[in-house]
């Protein structure tokens, strides 16, 4: 097995004002030679946006992105015709493809929107401008991992182009799990979204990013009441789509 340690406190910064981001992954200003992506997980944005702000319509292509609310709502808008609000226990997806343009803004007026902004390098390149967002309530489990994406439209959760799984887990203190790789060759990147836990042994805490590969499972403990986030990716940039 191998493995990587991000500290929270290591992560890239940037406050714009309207914005307040810290970057697992080289991104924007913020440029790491040794953080530039985990297998084919390419950013691991960690936004908060002020009341009444947001993003201004900007272009994508070619990759899979995920939004994971935390905390507040989001208004989503897109070259589509799409118009849709994101809320915490939702989870968003848009395959970029051959392009697309978006924006997303805190609809609001008095507190912040909390959200994660996750970039996957898709295993095919320019295919038609996809989006979905589904509700998470009714798959969600206790001290448990549940699959929130996959590769496949019939499975729990949205899917992407992509030999990917993401699972989210709440865990009273003291709960533990195991977690069983999906594919060979893929590893694992835990994003530790509250508490203290141990992964195989590693103290983890909030914030913390933790990758594993070459290993078929690992042995997870919940410290203290915690909440984890799981992505399950190829490390092969073969997987990439030319």
Same mark, same amino acid.
């Given at each position: ?33 040794? =953080?530039?992506?985990?297998? *084919? ?8 946006? %002020?009341?009444?702000? $947001? ?11 995920? /939004? ?6 989001? +208004?989503?808008?897109? /070259?589509?015709?799409? *118009? ?5 226990? +939702? ?7 051959? $392009? ?24 095919? =390149?320019?295919? +038609? ?5 589904? %509700? @998470?309530?009714? @798959? ?7 699959? *929130? ?23 009273? /203190? $003291?709960?533990?799990? /195991? ?12 994003? @530790? !979204?509250?508490?203290?836990?141990? @992964?195989?042994?590693?103290?983890? +805490? ?10 078929? %499972? ?7 009441? %915690? =909440?984890? !986030? ?11 789509? =030319?």
């Amino acid at each position: 097995m191998k493995t990587v340690l991000h500290k929270a406190n290591t992560r890239g910064h940037a406050n714009h004002g309207w914005l307040d981001s810290h970057h697992t992954f080289s991104f924007a200003g913020y440029q790491n030679p040794e =953080r530039m992506h985990f297998g *084919v997980l390419r950013v691991l944005n960690d936004d908060q946006v %002020s009341a009444a702000k $947001g993003f201004g319509t900007h272009p994508h292509d070619n990759m899979e992105i995920i /939004s994971i609310p935390l905390e507040g709502d989001l +208004e989503h808008k897109d /070259s589509m015709g799409n *118009v849709a609000t994101i809320k915490e226990g +939702e989870v968003q997806v848009m395959s970029a493809g051959t $392009g697309i343009f978006h924006s997303e803004y805190n609809k609001n007026p008095d507190k912040p929107v909390k959200f994660l902004q996750i970039w996957v390098f898709p295993n095919k =390149r320019n295919v +038609e401008p996809r989006y979905d967002q589904i %509700s @998470i309530r009714d @798959i969600e489990k206790e001290n448990a991992f549940y699959q *929130v994406l996959s590769p496949n439209p019939d499975d729990e959760g949205v899917w992407i182009h992509q030999d990917a799984w993401f699972h989210l887990g709440k865990f009273e /203190s $003291g709960a533990e799990a /195991s977690y069983q790789i999906h594919k060979e060759g893929n590893g694992v990147y835990a994003f @530790i !979204l509250e508490g203290e836990v141990e @992964i195989n042994g590693q103290k983890l +805490e909030k914030r913390d990013g933790f990758g594993l590969w070459e290993t078929d %499972s690992f042995e997870f403990k919940s410290v203290t009441d %915690s =909440r984890v !986030l799981l992505m399950e990716v190829p490390m092969s940039l073969s997987q990439i789509g =030319r």
